[in-house]
């Protein structure tokens, strides 16, 4: 069964960092181009950023560029969001997704981030 | 513009026919994928971009496309439908994704 499991959210103080996971089982993993999408609170979703199978091709949200980190390691089958200078703003479910192109078919249940003092 | 606007908030009697639609710039160059998300859970593909429903979509679902605008349509509305949906697309550059604010359906 194809399986993705997001870890490493939780409570954070502003300008902290963490790093988020994603755990992937019952795919290739490798084959496929990854990609992290958030949710504030009652908001709709936002696209964070996306990573290819062989992490040749990195993109991000505009907005976002510089603070966060997509990253994968295939031989854990793991995809991971280093987030650093964290706002209130970033304050999400934070969710990884697979798919390429816009078209992402199974998702995660996603991680809860807060930034707050 | 790489925004994509869709209503806030559908509402459809039970059995009946509704279309959600997303619009924005970016869909003259490409198509609108669709995301169904009930209160608490992750999104779930209901429509790719090529208009394809994913194995276990019911077939009331259907998508198309055009010009600047994307639609949903659900054939026979069901209960278990009442969910928000968001579309999403390529913005204008082809490098980013871009998703609607979503529309809550009340059925």
């Known amino acids: 069964e194809l399986q993705l499991v997001e870890s490493g959210g939780g409570l954070v103080k502003p300008g902290g960092s963490l790093r988020l996971s994603c755990a992937a089982s019952g795919f290739t993993f490798s084959d496929y181009t990854m990609n992290w999408v958030r949710q504030a609170p009652g908001q709709g979703l936002e696209w964070v950023s996306s990573i290819s199978g062989g992490s040749d091709f990195i993109y991000y949200a505009d907005s976002l560029k510089g603070r966060f980190t997509i990253s994968r390691d295939n031989a854990k089958n793991s995809l991971y969001l280093e987030i650093n200078s964290l706002r209130d703003e970033d304050t999400a479910v934070y969710y990884c997704?697979?798919?390429?192109?816009?078209?992402?078919?199974?998702w995660g249940q996603g991680t809860l981030v807060t930034v707050s003092s | 513009s790489s925004e994509l606007t869709q209503d806030p908030a559908v509402s459809v009697a039970l059995g009946q026919t509704v279309r959600i639609t997303c619009q924005g710039d970016s869909l003259r160059s490409y198509y609108a994928s669709w995301y169904q998300q009930k209160p608490g859970q992750a999104p779930v593909l209901v429509i790719d971009?090529?208009?394809n429903r994913p194995s276990g979509i019911p077939d009331r679902f259907s998508g198309s496309n055009s010009g600047y605008t994307a639609s949903l349509t659900i054939t026979g509305a069901q209960a278990e439908d009442e969910a928000d949906y968001h579309c999403?697309?390529?913005?204008?550059?082809?490098?980013?994704?871009?998703f609607g604010g979503g529309t809550k359906l009340t059925v």
């Open positions: 971009h090529r208009t």
């Open positions: 999403a697309s390529r913005d204008s550059s082809g490098n980013y994704v871009v």
């Open positions: 997704a697979r798919g390429s192109a816009y078209d992402y078919d199974h």
